[in-house]
């Protein structure tokens, strides 16, 4: 475990619930998608997430608000815009309000190359 890890608080969730949704899953195998945002810490730096048999190392997991998020930021999630990433995140969570203060955790991650 790095120093970085030592710093953050307990995981929420396992590794294998990082990403899920199908067109999610595509987008990290085509490299699309090289981020994904939660409400809980689902990784540590350095941990291996395996999709379809091809292995992301985890590196870097940081908190953002909501509101700090960047149409840079929107893109490393596979959108073009930040307006058209919280369309998605409110169509897969009906009810939820999009808070600009909300934290939620960044997990950055690229391709194992073997």
Not at 64 to 77: M, P, V
Not at 94 to 100: K, V
Request: charged share 30%; glycine share 6%.
């Amino acid at each position: 475990m790095t120093e970085q890890n030592n710093a953050l608080p307990p995981k929420t969730c396992e590794i294998e619930r990082l990403v899920t949704m199908e067109d999610d899953v595509n987008k990290v195998l085509e490299g699309k998608k090289t981020a994904t945002r939660r409400n809980g810490r689902y990784a540590d730096v350095g941990e291996i997430m395996e999709l379809k048999g091809q292995k992301f190392v985890v590196d870097n997991v940081y908190s953002q608000s909501l509101g700090e998020l960047t149409d840079a930021d929107a893109h490393r999630e596979g959108f073009e815009t930040v307006e058209e990433y919280k369309q998605a995140i409110l169509s897969y969570h009906p009810g939820m309000p999009w808070l600009p203060q909300m934290r939620v955790w960044v997990h950055e991650f690229s391709p194992v190359e073997e």
